[in-house]
T-cell receptor
Framework: AQSVTQPDIHITVSEGASLELRCNYS??????LFWYVQSPGQGLQLLLK??????LVQGIKGFEAEFKRSQSSFNLRKPSVHWSDAAEYFC??????????FGGGTRVLVKP | NAGVTQTPKFQVLKTGQSMTLQCAQD?????MYWYRQDPGMGLRLIYY???????DKGEVPNGYNVSRLNKREFSLRLESAAPSQTSVYFC????????????FGPGTRLTVT
């Protein structure tokens, strides 16, 4: 069965610094991968997705992610974080029937 | 275009009470989903409906029932609420079959005392 692991539960980063969130997946076939963001009290919003092709994908809000098959990873990055990036981030892999399996999430705190 | 809407936003129940969480989408999506979100566990799938008239169990279906009333609406029912069902519940729907993007509602925060 597919699974997603986000090793970091919390990350604190200074405003203007770079951010990298880790995601490792377990899936038998070529994975369809997603990153979602959840602002406090809100639903989830899609940041970006990877289906095939270029392994570096660009998303909204200045985020990008790199798919590395050899490492079963799909890490999310942003070169310079803004205070508004404080949120919880979820990595997910698509399973059969358009279902998603989510990681446990990483909460990002941004220091001024 | 409201996207995915959920009612209520907040609810407090006593153990043993029942309630129905409502979800509707206006994007003409075929597939709809119910998740629960608990700290450190991400979102876990309760039930889903691949199309109108069909429903299937997800990862954590015990204690819940669902109804796909029509293409727009997908409700989640707790017949006898338990404290373990205290959670935030999200409804989602899937866009076109080649995008697989799930669109989420704002959530219902449920507390069972």
């Amino acid at each position: 069965a597919q699974s997603v692991t986000q090793p970091d539960i919390h990350i604190t980063v200074s405003e203007g610094a770079s951010l990298e969130l880790r995601c490792n997946y377990s899936y038998g076939a070529t994975p369809y991968l997603f990153w979602y963001v959840q602002s406090p009290g809100q639903g989830l919003q899609l940041l970006l997705k990877y289906f095939s092709g270029d392994t570096l994908v660009q998303g909204i809000k200045g985020f990008e992610a790199e798919f590395k098959r050899s490492q079963s990873s799909f890490n999310l990055r942003k070169p310079s974080v803004h205070w508004s990036d404080a949120a919880e981030y979820f990595c997910a892999v698509k399973a059969a029937g358009n279902k998603l399996t989510f990681g446990g999430g990483t909460r990002v705190l941004v220091k001024p | 275009n409201a996207g995915v809407t959920q009612t209520p936003k907040f609810q407090v129940l006593k153990t043993g009470q029942s309630m129905t969480l409502q979800c509707a989408q206006d994007m003409n999506h075929n597939s709809m989903y119910w998740y629960r979100q608990d700290p450190g566990m991400g979102l876990r799938l309760i039930y889903y409906s691949a199309s109108e008239g069909t429903t299937d169990k997800g990862e954590v279906p015990n204690g819940y029932n669902v109804s796909r009333l029509n293409k727009r609406e997908f409700s989640l029912r707790l017949e006898s609420a338990a404290p373990s069902q205290t959670s935030v519940y999200f409804c989602a729907s899937v866009g076109t079959s080649d995008s697989y993007e799930q669109y989420f509602g704002p959530g219902t925060r449920l507390t069972v005392t």
